[in-house]
């Protein structure tokens, strides 16, 4: 039969596995402190010919431009629903934004200049994306945004759209077809090019 070690030999025995340990890390590190060589990597990535490596059209997502605008109906924050298809017969310009993306809340200050100076000719319509009410709502407060505000709690209009990234906007032409997308944010001069040549 074989005899159990006692606790506290079986104790000795893991310090001095851990001190080996530590020793062998030591020795590796060098004496000079440097970090041990990184280790090989066991895979490698490469493309094909027809992989696109610009990365940029995955942020887009489809390309919506030319198709008709979903005419889906959404609630609006203040109550009362419509549809994009209510605006038909001047552009539209619809911006998807949320209260969890930092880039959405830094450009609403800058669509609402644009929408003070254009908002007779064009609609501006916010589209919040995946929140409470009472996160939009303190959203539309705190940057002080006074054009039309729907919700899209489920996400389904925006991925009617098409759209991955947030922010995203995108121009509706009078006829109610997609005249332009653009994902991320945008400043005033970037929102007022979008739109001239779009519209």
Excluded at 49 to 59: A, I, M, P, V
Excluded at 71 to 93: C, I, Y
Aim: net charge negative; proline share 6%; charged share 25%.
């Amino acid at each position: 039969m074989r005899r159990r070690l006692p606790p506290f030999a079986i104790g000795c025995l893991a310090l001095s596995g851990a001190l080996v340990a530590a020793a062998a890390v030591a020795l590796a590190l060098g004496d000079d402190g440097d970090r041990p060589s990184p280790p090989v990597p066991e895979a490698e990535l490469s493309f094909d010919e027809d992989d696109d490596e610009s990365g940029t059209d995955d942020l887009i997502g489809g390309d919506v431009t030319g198709e008709a605008a979903p005419d889906t109906t959404f609630a609006l924050l203040e109550g009362g629903s419509m549809s994009l298809a209510d605006l038909r017969g001047r552009p539209v310009v619809v911006n998807f934004f949320a209260s969890w993306c930092v880039p959405c809340i830094d450009e609403m200050p800058a669509f609402e200049e644009v929408h003070q100076e254009l908002g007779d000719q064009i609609a501006f319509v916010g589209i919040n994306l995946r929140d409470s009410v009472e996160a939009a709502e303190e959203l539309v407060a705190e940057t002080g945004v006074t054009y039309t505000i729907g919700r899209d709690p489920s996400g389904g209009i925006f991925q009617e759209f098409d759209a991955v990234n947030m922010p995203s906007t995108f121009v509706i032409g009078a006829d109610g077809t997609v005249a332009a997308s653009h994902a991320g944010a945008l400043d005033a001069r970037e929102l007022r090019a979008l739109i001239a040549s779009n519209t």
